[in-house]
């Protein structure tokens, strides 16, 4: 049986790092809080570079990810809301960006709107990085929209510059994605290319300052404030902008500005930060014959956890998600997904997990081969299966209780096992929540929402039910007894589901204590409701 | 009787088949009711074992008869260790604010749904060896003989209060349960019946839980 180690970025991808000559390296092992600066050799030094500008047009929206309906992506707060982003409807519609949000809504009344998500946005933009690994080892993103890929090393590889920008062109489309190009020796000067729009590819120095020269100013993004500035100074292209004395656009302007333009012209050189993927480990194993049971499958299964765990453990790393894909010869292959509260380099811990999950599987073909691909790669310190003989005993604790949900999980699937916060809410019924427990010791003391005075019951009813009633008097498999209440709850019309209620404790003839409550006003008025049992 | 006999009594080692059942044999929790510890062989809820409680309906007062151990439980340190009050598919939500108020917070309820059978036995037995739990809480509908003795050895491994909610009507059929109990309500609160204790016959609590 082979087992066949899978580069997942190509070759290019793997910069200078020597940490990186075992058997199951995917991308380089680089810390990932510090991505390392990539020293850039000035332009002109022996080193020619070549710099291609993906600046995206459509980001915001891709992130939002609406319809074909009419819908704008909006940021801002209050009076200042405004469209970042529009789809194509929106545009026909007569919308553009930068319209209030009023405007739009008075224009559009059907306007989808979806509130800016800059955090999708960035996470957007770093898949788009990795694909972009797949072009040229060194890729640098430029916030918030844009990617700068230095081209010149992979242009041979890649079969020319024109080749390259159709595949890059036509792989952006097909994710989804709209953008502009530009190509210049220096990335700043490509950035502007691309921004100013149906610029050709400047290939060398020599032809660079006049690409630049008739380039709008805009391009350049500079504050609302400078290009006014400019705007009455009579000029209007970077040409224009550069013809005038270099002294006095130091006087006039901020330093940044110059230091931009002597960027762009490459007669200077600012290190770009080098792009670098999460570290993941991804493998895959083809099994000696095709296996039809998931019993079978999990000794193949612990081959590569094992291979996992060396791989996180020479790294100091722990992964909390994994994902197995079962690849068989014909069907789409079966993804199964397993996650930890926390992250865990122990192969024990995850082969507990995915047998579990395995048992729970049926396959709908026998399987051919296995495909193991871990989350991305965090610090070991301080997650479990790191913990032994460091860490103190309660958080090893910790983690070993939250171990427990991981397991039931696995099985179970996620929206069994759930925990409890309190609400500081009059509604009884909107008094806590459920949610994911996660290990977090401090929060319970952090807020402690204020406990109703009077005695709640210890099991609630989903949805309170309607009791029976003679001559007014509420009934439950005979007559109730009311021994305590009433106790008016009353919620603001404001705050959603009006509650006006009237609550007794009453006691059913075999002596179970209820929670009932008798409605005050509205449709059910002076109907009675089973809300809770004392139990 | 003579203060060598007294010793005697006293002592962890001697079997007494009658009168306070017979000495400890496990970790044991005062229930809060003195006249049910009386009767509890250890002089409490038993953990690390089985404790079945039949019920005619829920809401007898099941949880109440409960509340004074959990809130015991919850107050022991170290919260880590056992840090779970887990409630395995429990036939009403439990209304956190009313635990609260009983002093269990709810930052260690651990709610667990399985829709099967099999799945409810499994994620129980996990818990229980998982040693992480405080208290298990656990309905079952139907287990059969071999499941609750895969259960009792799987409560041995920790100290874990484990209470299995089950129908009155089971109370005639055999159970590998350390403890067994009859829930009823009475004039006066809860009537408790003890149908099995180590060490002890049959016995009658009334008016448990009553002012």
């Not at chain 1, 529009?86 to 008075?106: D, F, K, P, T």
């Not at chain 1, 036509?170 to 530009?182: M, Y």
Request: proline residues 8%; aromatic residues 4%; hydrophobic residues 45%.
């Amino acid at each position: 049986m082979a087992t066949r180690q899978i580069m997942r970025r190509k070759v290019a991808a793997r910069p200078a790092d020597n940490r990186t000559g075992d058997l199951f390296a995917v991308t380089p092992a680089v810390p990932l809080a510090v991505p390392p600066i990539a020293p850039l050799p000035r332009t002109a030094s022996v080193h020619r570079q070549l710099w291609l500008a993906v600046q995206l047009t459509a980001l915001p929206l891709v992130a939002a990810a609406g319809d074909s309906r009419p819908c704008g992506v909006v940021a801002g707060e209050g009076g200042t809301r405004a469209l970042v982003a529009c789809n194509e409807a929106a545009l026909r519609a007569g919308l553009s960006a930068g319209l209030a949000l009023n405007a739009a809504r008075a224009r559009v009344p059907d306007l989808q709107i979806h509130e800016r998500d800059l955090l999708l946005e960035q996470r957007h933009l770093a898949r788009l990085a990795r694909w972009a690994l797949g072009f040229t080892p060194l890729v640098s993103i430029e916030a918030p929209d844009a990617l700068l890929l230095e081209v010149q090393g992979s242009l041979r590889l890649l079969g020319g510059l024109d080749v390259l920008l159709q595949r890059v062109a036509v792989e952006l489309q097909a994710q989804g994605h709209a953008a502009l190009l530009g190509v210049a020796p220096a990335p700043r000067a490509a950035l502007w290319l691309a921004r100013a729009g149906g610029q050709p590819p400047v290939e060398s120095q020599a032809n660079l300052a006049g690409a630049l020269a008739q380039l709008p100013l805009m391009a350049t993004r500079w504050p609302a404030r400078t290009l006014e500035d400019c705007t009455r100074l009579g000029v209007a292209t970077l040409g224009e902008l550069r013809r005038l004395p270099r002294e006095g656009l130091a006087r006039r302007f901020s330093p940044q500005l110059l230091d931009e333009l002597d960027e762009a012209y490459g007669r200077r050189a600012t290190p770009r930060r080098r792009y670098v993927a999460p570290e993941r480990f991804e493998q895959r194993l083809e099994l000696p014959a095709e296996l039809g049971s998931t019993t079978a499958l999990l000794p193949y299964c612990g081959r590569l956890l094992e291979a996992l765990a060396q791989y996180l453990r020479e790294r100091d790393r722990a992964t909390a998600t994994l994902t197995l894909m079962l690849l068989h010869r014909d069907a789409r292959p079966a993804c199964v997904r397993l996650g930890r509260a926390l992250p865990t380099a122990s192969a024990v811990e995850w082969q507990e997990l995915l047998r579990e999950r395995l048992g729970r599987t049926t396959l709908a073909a026998p399987v051919r081969a296995l495909l193991l691909r871990s989350g991305p790669a965090v610090p070991a310190s301080g997650t479990s299966g790191m913990l032994d003989g460091c860490g103190s005993g309660a958080a090893h604790a910790e983690a070993e209780a939250f171990a427990l949900l991981d397991r039931l999980r696995a099985r179970l699937g996620e929206q069994a096992i759930s925990g409890v916060c309190l609400v500081a809410e009059h509604r009884p019924e909107s008094a806590y929540r459920s949610l994911r427990p996660v290990p977090q010791p401090a929060r319970a003391s952090s807020v402690v929402p204020l406990l109703p005075a009077t005695p709640r019951p210890l099991w609630l009813l989903a949805l309170p039910e309607p009791l029976a009633e003679r001559d007014g008097r509420p009934r439950h498999s005979g007559e109730l007894r009311l021994e305590s209440g009433p106790e008016r709850i009353e919620s603001g019309w404001w705050e959603g589901p009006e509650v006006q209620r009237d609550y007794y404790v009453a006691r059913t003839s075999r002596g179970a204590r209820l929670w009932i409550y008798r409605v005050r006003a509205g449709a059910d008025a002076r109907h009675w409701f089973l809300h809770g049992v004392f139990g | 009787m003579n203060g060598s006999l007294q010793a005697l009594l006293a002592g962890a080692d001697l079997w007494r088949a009658r009168g306070g059942g017979m000495a400890a044999t496990g970790a044991c929790r005062p229930s809060g009711w003195p006249r049910l510890d009386a009767e509890l062989p250890g002089g409490g809820w038993p953990l690390g074992t089985l404790i079945e409680l039949l019920l005619p309906e829920t809401g007898v007062g099941e949880l109440s008869l409960l509340l004074p151990v959990l809130r015991g439980l919850a107050a022991e340190p170290p919260t880590h260790a056992r840090r779970w009050f887990a409630w395995i598919t429990p036939p009403h939500a439990p209304y956190p604010p009313a635990l609260a108020q009983g002093g269990i917070p709810a930052e260690r309820l651990l709610l667990i749904h399985a829709a099967q059978s099999e799945d409810r036995l499994w994620a129980l037995e996990q818990t229980l060896q998982s040693g992480h739990c405080a208290a298990v809480l656990a309905w079952l509908d139907r287990v059969d003989d071999r499941w609750l003795r895969r259960l009792k050895l799987a409560a041995q491994c920790g100290q874990t209060l484990t209470v299995l909610f089950r129908p009155l009507r089971h109370q005639s059929s055999g159970s590998p349960a350390s403890l067994r109990l009859t829930l009823e309500p009475g004039a006066a609160g809860l009537d408790l019946a003890v149908l099995k204790r180590r060490g002890g016959g049959p016995v009658r609590v009334h008016d448990v839980l009553g002012a």
